[in-house]
């Protein structure tokens, strides 16, 4: 027993100073590094008073000021085409931006792209649109004619200006101008002149007997893209043959007789845009009468889409967007596989103001055979249930890649959409692409597990993305002595979510 205790004992001891030297080594290590971190702390001292007496004798150049002169103009550039107004930007942005430092005045100065953009407005004057025409050198110049509302002999003057160069305008802009005597001066200063480079025409609201003859093949051989609002007389209207985008809208004012004729001469138009006003039937050519061979894209923004559609034959259109005043069957209800070529179909509802309308079977059907070969189609939340349930005409889409729904409420689950992805899973391996953009917050919205509850039900479903997804941001008030909340408000922020399969709520 003595033998055991002694043993004990002595393991006991030796433990005990193998533990005192570990201790001992460690003091020994953290009063190496403490001295070591003075040092550091020493030098970092020194270095940096060395940096300070740097800039002092040498007085070295902000980061920005040493940036090449292409990128800072570039910068500068970018800014001012971000500034709301245009002719505000181009007016005052520079001269406050020239005033920064020297090398910012010497790249605006010396970048003619800067100076390309010129107004005819009432807040510019003479000198600095001569600014403008001559440090742009000989690039293209972007025209904006604006804010006239009667004859005035400051305009004379500053388009006269302008006009001196009229081989350089790549665009023109016209907008805001009202009065008879406005609209007169402008007719008599541009109407009939010959523009060689002009690209792209954007005319708003003005009211003249006698479309502009600038926009003939004769006037203007280069144009390409043109915008026109409200304008006169549209089906007498004459353009260019080479245009590619074309951009109208319509009322029941100016809607004429035959409003898509003047295009009839388009054959290489790729792009159009009709909105506004659909007028009567009978107010549009024939059906099938208008041929656009190379015609891509076609946005239908009226009421009634039905006679536009009829009245075109667009062999190769691809992107086909169209607004309804009620139903999708009157309007596509006489095309059954007119629009095969068709893989990007938009549908949405007319801007009235009006609750939206739910699709029907009906609509559903003749919105399948008329473009049965998307591959990406955009829809309204409200027409899930119709396109989207058991045994639907959709199931149609054998090449239905990418799904987009718009307007989904803050709170409601699509459960029929849910259960037709499973079914589609079933028969198909590769999963749908489902975007829900442009939420609704309804009053009194909930904030409960709605976002984690949404995107559970969808995972592993189909390959999906939330965009502008609205973000409730509540705001507490609190009395400084008691802490109690005097003031509790929600307001909500969209932003843009993309979630993979890692997702977890």
């Known amino acids: 027993m003595s ?21 001992a080594r460690l003091q020994d290590c953290e009063r190496e590094l403490l001295e070591e971190l003075g040092s550091v702390r020493a030098a970092v001292r020194v270095q940096r008073g060395k940096i300070g007496n740097l800039f002092k004798q040498r007085r070295l150049p902000a980061p920005i000021t040493r940036l090449p ?15 709301h107004s245009e002719s505000d930007a181009h007016r005052c942005t520079k001269r406050q931006l020239a005033s920064v430092s020297r090398p910012w005045r010497d790249a605006i100065l010396g970048f003619p792209d800067l100076w390309t953009t010129i107004a005819i407005d009432p807040s510019w004057s003479i000198s600095l649109v001569m600014a403008h025409v001559d440090r742009s050198g000989e ?52 109407w009939k002149m010959r523009f060689p480079s002009l690209e792209c025409v954007k005319i708003f609201g003005v009211q003249t007997s006698d479309n502009p003859p600038f926009l003939t093949s004769r006037y203007a051989p280069s144009l390409k893209h043109l915008t026109l609002c409200d304008q006169d007389r549209i089906d007498e209207l004459q353009v260019n043959s080479n245009l590619e985008v074309g951009h109208f809208h319509l009322s029941s004012r100016n809607f004429g007789s035959r409003p898509l004729l003047p295009l009839l001469s ?11 006003s659909s007028g009567l ?22 009421a009634d889409p039905h006679p536009a559609l009829a009245a075109m034959v667009a062999p190769n259109l691809s992107y086909l967007r169209c607004s309804r005043a009620r139903s999708w069957a009157p309007v596509f209800g006489d095309f059954p596989d007119v629009f095969t070529n068709v893989r990007h179909l938009h549908l949405t509802d007319a801007k009235d103001g009006n609750a939206p309308f739910e699709s029907s079977e009906a609509d559903v059907r003749a919105v ?22 058991p045994n639907t005409t959709a199931d149609r889409w054998l090449h239905l890649e990418h799904l987009t729904l718009k307007g989904l409420k803050v709170g409601v689950i699509p459960h029929g959409l ?31 597990p709605w976002l984690t509850t949404l995107c559970e039900s969808l995972r592993g479903r189909c390959l999906f993305e939330l965009k502008d997804f609205p973000l409730k941001i509540t705001l507490k008030a609190h009395t400084s002595s008691q802490g109690g909340v005097l003031e509790s408000r929600g307001s909500y922020v969209s932003m843009g979510i993309t979630i993979d399969e890692g997702f977890t709520g």
């Open 368 to 389: 399948c055979a008329a473009c049965p070969g998307v591959r990406h189609v955009e829809l309204l939340a409200e027409d899930i249930s119709a396109f989207f349930k």
């Open 139 to 190: 690039c293209p110049l972007d025209i904006i004619i604006s804010n006239w509302s009667s004859y005035s002999d400051s305009f004379n003057d500053l388009i006269g200006v302008a006009v001196t160069c009229g081989y350089r305008w790549r665009s023109i802009v016209i907008q805001q101008i009202s009065g008879k005597a406005a609209v007169q001066q402008l007719v008599k200063s541009i």
């Open 69 to 83: 002169l292409t990128v800072l103009s570039d910068i500068i550039h970018r800014v001012i085409l971000d500034t």
């Open 3 to 23: 033998l055991t205790r002694s043993s004990d004992a002595a393991i006991a001891i030796d433990e005990l100073a193998v533990a005192r030297r570990e201790l």
């Open 281 to 302: 039937r009978d107010q549009w050519p024939e059906p099938r009468s208008i041929n656009f061979p190379a015609l891509a894209s076609l946005t239908l923004n009226l």
């Open 418 to 448: 849910i259960q037709w992805l499973d079914e589609k899973n079933s028969w198909e391996q590769s999963l749908l692409r489902v975007t829900f953009s442009e939420f609704r917050v309804p009053e009194g919205a909930s904030d409960g």
């Open 266 to 276: 388009c054959q290489q138009l790729r792009k159009l845009v009709l909105s506004g």
